[in-house]
T-cell receptor, first 112, second 114 residues
Framework: EAGVTQFPSHSVIEKGQTVTLRCDPI?????LYWYRRVMGKEIKFLLH????????ESGMPNNRFLAERTGGTYSTLKVQPAELEDSGVYFC??????????FGPGTRLTVT | AQSVTQPDIHITVSEGASLELRCNYS??????LFWYVQSPGQGLQLLLK??????LVQGIKGFEAEFKRSQSSFNLRKPSVHWSDAAEYFC????????????FGSGTRLQVQP
């Protein structure tokens, strides 16, 4: 069974540009989560989808971040425009039950 | 608000030695508890979890953790560390009902000396 996959693995963009991160959950997992780890700090929750609906987006830092999950399969996280403080590792996780979460390898975003 | 504390940022042990990584949480009730490991270049891998029942839980790779309600702790242990255990370890909690967002500790980086 394939695990959670994320693309790209690494992205380097300039301040003010747009970046779109993609996450493909484990097949059949309705729950999909985004997390972020900035500058070696704690991993922080961003949002939670159940199928295509946003169940909890309390962790989204501001309106420059837009997450979508059309059709309830893969999800994208767009940052527009990117700022320096957005640099970090973005993790996606999926879950069948909503409790045990299985993480992808992460996307390392560097904003210069 | 709930919080998770991993007091040790960095630990070095010799190969074959025992290991204990500390985790304390602050919560209104008993949460669900997890340990994850991130090896270099890899994503987060679930080592073990505690929901209820037996307070000593076994995980993968020979790890175990003990939940102590009185101390609000969920420490991770391994009797004999292997060089391949060098990684960063994260303790995490979530609510047992409702919101499922994980709250993570800051992580403990484990270095294993030959």
């Amino acid at each position: 069974e394939a695990g959670v996959t994320q693309f790209p693995s690494h992205s380097v963009i300039e301040k003010g540009q747009t970046v779109t991160l993609r996450c493909d959950p484990i097949s059949g997992h309705d729950n999909l989560y985004w997390y972020r780890r900035v500058m070696g700090k704690e991993i922080k929750f961003l949002l939670h989808f159940v199928k295509e609906s946003k169940q909890d987006e309390s962790g989204m830092p501001n309106n420059r971040f837009l997450a979508e999950r059309t059709g309830g399969t893969y999800s994208t996280l767009k940052v527009q425009p990117a700022e320096l403080e957005d640099s970090g590792v973005y993790f996606c996780a999926s879950s069948l039950t909503g409790v045990e979460q299985y993480f992808g390898p992460g996307t390392r975003l560097t904003v210069t | 608000a709930q919080s998770v504390t991993q007091p040790d940022i960095h630990i070095t042990v010799s190969e074959g030695a025992s290991l204990e990584l500390r985790c304390n949480y602050s919560y209104g009730a008993t949460p669900y508890l997890f340990w994850y490991v991130q090896s270099p270049g890899q994503g987060l891998q679930l080592l073990l979890k505690y929901f209820s029942g037996d307070t000593l839980v076994q995980g993968i790779k020979g790890f175990e953790a003990e939940f102590k309600r009185s101390q609000s702790s969920f420490n991770l242990r391994k009797p004999s560390v292997h060089w391949s255990d060098a990684a960063e370890y994260f303790c995490a909690v979530c609510m047992d009902t409702g919101r499922r967002a994980l709250t993570f500790g800051s992580g403990t980086r484990l270095q294993v000396q030959p």
